[in-house]
């Protein structure tokens, strides 16, 4: 016995260093457990001690690939660098996903894609019968934007699940990363098209049997050119089963200042406001510039700017600084300056992340309209809701779960709401949702000069890991 002692210190130094790279960082009496551990080679129960190991000691990132990759894929685009333009089932689209798909192979994830070409990349757990975790963002991007909206979240997915893999983690729930098919409106005018599909929108399956593009274009037949939607005219295949995933996180960058002002590292996101869109329309009689005497009017154009006007007002009248609302677009006809508007058309945004609040900003712009209609004396000819979402709230364990991977990899954090809508708005009805966002340059957007630092992105990508290797063991 006395001969071993002098061997104890090193036995215990072996058990510590192969703690941190395979995890076992726990001993139980119970037999069972042990035999199931040796087994499969990682632990059971006591996730908690073999996660604090594995953070601190194990996630790297390959920042200088995950670059490589965000200016190769931003390549595929139709417009001149350092602007991205890819629409929906174009040629770039197309070849951009095949990138994708090709990365996803590398990274020994098996893939498969829907009807619409929503696009999944899987890591099977060691209980893969258990619902997955899942994680992913988009690739399409608007004319003349930048290189990283969405494709941080899809390509830095990549990378996390190769950190994990090049760490030694083994997950217990299968891992999958999801590329949503078109999150932008851009062609057919409809947003988190892929996301709400699989969210179980009947609305959407029968809308999309007759929605045409600008070129009239039938989305069928643009989907079928790219290789989807085959034989099937409804596309309800896409929509998940129920209980398919246990978790869905997106990571992000934050669109907006605030991560970069504060200097923070990282944003956890709670809650995602609610969006709604209005179509309206006046008419009145036009006229004569300098003809038809102010009393006899009835000025369309007027009475469009009055409604903006009462849009701002009854936004402002909620007395939540969440509540938001744009006139984005105002368009006079004939649109002539010695002619007075005949017609006029508005495009109302307005969002909260309180879906009664928001509402009740609907209705008042909606009484408002009939108002001007009335005092005006012009037609209230369109006034059409083409959207009303609800809110989605980030589910507490997954936020948890975030707060817990940013704290053991040191990184300054805060809880924020996403002012943007994302894919996961819509995961959020099929899923328990969260988000990761990371600053980005100036909150710069949906144009060229969009930039997130390496640091940054190396940052989010770890604490995506660290929580999906987290909700992967729950
Ligand atoms: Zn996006």
Redesign the pocket.
Known sequence: MAQRFPLLPFLVLCLCSSASIIGIAHQHEDSTTQTMEDFSGYPIHDHHSFIQNFASSSLSVDTESLQNQIDELATFSDTPAPSVTRILYTEKDVLARRYIKNLMGISGLSVREDAVGNIFGRWDGYEPNLPAVATG??IDAIPYSGKY??VV?VLGAIEAINSLKRSGFKPRRSLEIILFTS??PTRFGIGCLGSRLLAGSEVLVKALQTTVDGQNKSFLDAARAAGYAKDQDDLSSVFLRKGSYSAFVEL?IE?GPILEEEDISIGIVTAIAAPASIKVEFEGNGGHAGAVLMPNRNDAGLAAAELALAVEKHVLESGSIDTVGTVGILELHPGAINSIPSKSHLEIDTRDIDEQRRNNVIEKIYQSAIKIEKDRRVRLSEFKIVNQDPPALSDKSITEAMEAASKELNLPHKLMISR?Y?DSLFMARVSPMGMIFIPCYKGYSHKPEEYASHQDIANGVKVLALTLAKLSLN
Do not use: V
Request: aromatic share 0%.
């Open positions: 963002s988009h909206d969405g979240g999150e932008e992000h669109q943007a994302h």
